[in-house]
């Protein structure tokens, strides 16, 4: 529950600090100092503890991918929609939708059932993170062309979680992290330069606002996005992200004077009871689908759990 509430927050974070961190700094000029000092620490700190000797090359090229995807191609869209006037409520509601998404591919593509509860869950919190959004959309004045950033957000995220989940790694989630950074900040240094927004202004509050977003929507956020991703699943992991935009819109309201409306509340409410529905579903299945695993586990004449590819006495 703790990490489950950690998580919905440092990745609501990361929407305020695009729109508090755009106003004075370019996009690029942003990510890349967000970027480049943390994938230094974090190549100083995964050295010293040796674990970059055990990536493999394999490793080093789905990590990247998922890095350029779920970080580079994600951040980089976040901050334009944010920029070019969709609020950051919307962005967070287009990015909530993504749970939907992966309910509707987790089966064929990840060879996972998702139960009729889960999906009753997930389409409750959708209409509850549509209420919420919703509330504050009359406000919003942007071309439609401006919400292809935040569908692209979502794309990208979707499918390096998808890559993930492929091939799940078993390295340290800070090396992969380590590994997604680093990738991201070498790419932004190579966009950053060749568009003349490498240089960064002097002034506090920026190195303020970078350092906050490396250390909380990157390093918490992502850091408990695939180590959640680990330990709960695909489905449950993204039902937590309906949360994320009903805490955007109370943050907004707080420091943006955004409206919070009946609508918002009533939102809230339709969000908290889909996500209780999806988690307590999958609460639910583990238990069952540990005891199918037991039962169908052989065992031995000594009554141990035969080993795989063990032969038994007539083989």
């Known amino acids: ?4 509430t950690a998580f919905v927050l440092a990745w609501s974070s990361g929407f305020l600090v695009a729109k508090i961190g755009t106003f004075d700094a370019s996009i690029l000029t942003l990510l890349v100092w967000r970027f480049v000092p943390l994938a230094l620490a974090l190549l100083v700190i995964s050295w ?3 674990d970059l000797r055990s990536v493999s090359f394999a490793d080093l090229r789905r990590q990247s991918a998922i890095g350029l995807l779920g970080q580079l191609g994600y951040c980089v869209s976040v901050y334009a929609a944010i920029v070019m006037g969709v609020a950051s409520g919307t962005t967070a509601l287009i990015d909530a939708v993504q749970p939907i998404l992966v309910a509707t591919l987790v089966g064929p593509i990840l060879g996972l059932h998702v139960r009729w509860s889960q999906w009753l869950g997930l389409l409750i919190g ?3 993170v549509l209420l919420v959004v919703g509330s504050q959309s009359a406000m919003v004045v942007s071309g439609v062309t401006a919400y292809v950033f935040p569908v692209l957000a979502m ?3 979707i499918v ?3 890559i993930d989940r492929r091939a799940p790694s078993r390295l340290p989630v800070l090396t992969t992290l380590t590994v997604q950074v680093s990738v991201t900040a070498f790419a932004l240094i190579l966009v950053a330069v060749s568009t003349n927004t490498f240089v960064p202004p002097a002034a506090a509050e920026f190195w303020a606002v970078v350092s906050f977003a490396a250390l909380i929507p990157t390093v918490v956020g992502y850091g408990l996005y695939w180590w959640l991703l680990r330990r709960v699943g695909v489905t449950t992991l993204n039902a937590l992200l309906f949360l994320v935009a009903p805490a955007t819109a109370v943050a ?3 420091m943006f004077a955004e409206p919070f409306t009946l609508a918002t509340g009533a939102g809230f409410a339709a ?3 889909g996500v209780s529905l999806v988690l307590v579903s999958e609460a ?3 238990p069952a689908a540990a005891r199918a695993n037991a039962s169908a586990t052989p065992i031995t004449a000594a009554g141990e759990p035969a080993r795989a590819g063990a032969r038994g006495p007539l083989a």
């Open 284 to 286: 639910r299945s583990q």
């Open 160 to 162: 390096g979680t998808f």
């Open 48 to 50: 010293a503890r040796g």
């Open 126 to 128: 959708a209409a509850g």
């Open 271 to 273: 969000c908290a009871a």
């Open 1 to 4: 529950m703790l990490a489950s």
């Open 252 to 254: 907004g309201t707080l």
């Open 155 to 157: 794309v990208c995220l």
